[in-house]
């Protein structure tokens, strides 16, 4: 059974740092790549991050490039979101997802070429 996982989320500061961790299981990484996605109540889940699983490629949303880094250790299945400087706007449920075989990590990842999903974790920023 393919399931992706997410944990690490919590309640932080203004400025602290939170990684996230997406492992896989019933699968190996060979699927093209993995993208991370935030959501927040009453708005759509809007693209993070993804990595390439085939080649050194990453993307960043411009709200956290430079904050955030995205990394991938494939001996254990699993990907990580590591993210500083956290601000109120970053707080929302983040989720990983596995993009489908006909796509990758080549630009602004789209939810829909995305097949497996994880449940989510809640990342709050708050004083």
């Known amino acids: 059974q393919v399931q992706l996982v997410e944990s690490g989320g919590g309640l932080v500061q203004p400025g602290d740092s939170l990684r996230l961790s997406c492992a896989a299981s019933?699968?190996?990484?060979?699927?093209?790549?993995i993208g991370w996605f935030r959501q927040v109540p009453g708005k759509e889940r809007e693209a993070v991050s993804c990595i390439s699983t085939t080649d050194d490629y990453v993307y960043y949303t411009d709200s956290v490039r430079g904050r955030f880094t995205i990394s991938r250790d494939d001996a254990k299945n699993t990907v990580y979101l590591q993210m500083s400087s956290l601000q109120p706007d970053d707080t929302a449920v983040y989720f990983c997802a596995s993009a489908g075989p006909d796509y990758g990590c080549y630009g602004v990842p789209f939810t829909w070429e995305y097949n497996y999903w994880g449940q989510g974790t809640q990342v709050t920023v708050s004083s």
């Open positions: 019933g699968f190996t990484l060979d699927y093209p790549a």
